[in-house]
Each structure stands twice: as C-alpha cells, then as structure tokens.
C-alpha cells in the first residue's frame, strides 16, 4: 500500500518532544509484541532498545518512524500525531543504530552512510556531543 503523509513540518525545523502513549501493535491476534508501550523522550535525550530476538526492537523502530502503524494508542512529536507530519522531513531528522556497520571507504564516508549533503561542521558537532571526536581524530 501506498504510504499517507502529512505535510506538518516545525517552524523551527526540528521537534522537541517525541511520546508514545498506549502503543500496541500486533502482527496478528497470537502475535502482540508492543503492548500499552508509553514514554516520552525530549530533545537531547536518546534511548536504547534492548530484548530477545522476537521481543518487538524492530516492530518499535518501524512504528517510531511511521513505517507500521499501532492497531491503538499514537505516536507524536510536540503532540502532532505521526500521521499528520510530513515523514520525508521527520526521517531525515532520526538516527537509528541497528549494530555496527561499516562500509568500504574512508571513516568520513562511514560517517555520512551515502549522505554527501551532511557538512564537516555538521559532523564535527555530532562527534563532539556524543563524545567520540577525539578518538576519530586518532
């Protein structure tokens, strides 16, 4: 099926606050990995997801990004629903780390992951912020 997107984008071009309140998904009525899944995560914070092989890890990050859709329950930034928001922008916004992954080249092209358009000063600040510009400088 062809995938609905909103046209919301933040006048300030990024959000400040993701929810998820009584998230529950099932792949059928046997098979219910999220069930009344609620918390809020605001700007600057990050959580990792963490279970057994079938514990619903991947079924979380599809809903989060707008790829699935809860059966009940929404997800939301800055209290628009995921469905009202224009998902291309919103996308373009989230990291995801599913494991360690490299591709052939050089770390600066680890770095981007084919995204040419990302700035050195953009790198420069995200390597900074999460502490590691001092060991890629080695």
């Given at each position: ?21 009584s998230l ?63 998902l291309e ?50």
């Open positions: 099926p062809q995938e609905s997107i909103g046209e919301h984008i933040p006048a300030s071009g990024h959000y400040t606050q993701l929810s998820v309140e529950d998904f099932e792949y059928s009525p046997r098979i219910t990995p999220i069930k009344q899944l609620s918390f809020s995560l605001s700007k600057g914070e990050s959580l990792a997801v963490l279970g057994a092989s079938g514990a619903g890890k991947t079924t979380l990050i599809g809903l989060l990004t707008g790829l699935r859709l809860p059966n009940k329950g929404h997800v939301a930034l800055d209290g628009i629903d995921l469905r009202q928001l224009d922008h919103y996308r373009n916004h989230v990291g995801m780390v599913t494991r360690v992954e490299f591709i052939e080249g050089t770390i600066l092209e680890n770095l981007r992951v084919e995204r040419s358009d990302i700035g050195l000063d953009t790198i420069d600040h995200v390597l900074s912020s999460i502490g590691l510009k001092h060991d890629i400088a080695k």
